[in-house]
């Protein structure tokens, strides 16, 4: 029966073997209150080594988007969060290139228990605080328009698409 053989020329356009998947990802916005997010220095990951970037980790099959902060926020700062604590404050949509869109989720938290530290030596160097009013130039270009944006209020946004 030819179809049910799986052969690129014959799949039908709205066959779900065939429908684009897209990468998401989860970021957390932790502040203190002095108004201070915590951000952390990527080192010798071969991704924007050197700046510093928001904690983030991409979501796994089958876990909610809370529970990827959650874990993350245990794995890269050694902090516990509730998923009750967590604000869904920022969605980007990233065009990298044709076939490599993100969905990066941002997500802010006021109340966690624990101290920041750095828990993967082998992908980060450094911790900082950072007035949200003043962010360092160094801070990954995408996370700093996540955000502003979301200090302006704005819940969605696209970036890399070159919209008019």
Sequence with gaps: MIWNLKLPGLLAKGNPDRRFKMHCGVYLVMQNTDRKVLLIRRWRTGYFDGFLSLPS???DGGERLVDAVVREANGELGVEIEPANLQLAHVMHR???????????????HSWSGHPRICEPHKHDRLM????????????????????????????????????
Aim: proline fraction near 4%; charged fraction near 25%.
């Design 95 to 109: 065009f990298k290139r044709q076939g490599d869109e993100r969905l990066d989720f941002f997500f802010r938290c």
């Design 57 to 59: 980790g991409g979501v």
């Design 129 to 164: 605080w950072a007035d949200l009013s003043c962010l360092p130039h160094n801070l990954i270009p995408y996370h700093r328009r996540a955000i502003v944006r979301l200090l302006d209020g704005v819940t969605l946004s696209y970036d890399g698409w070159n919209l008019q």
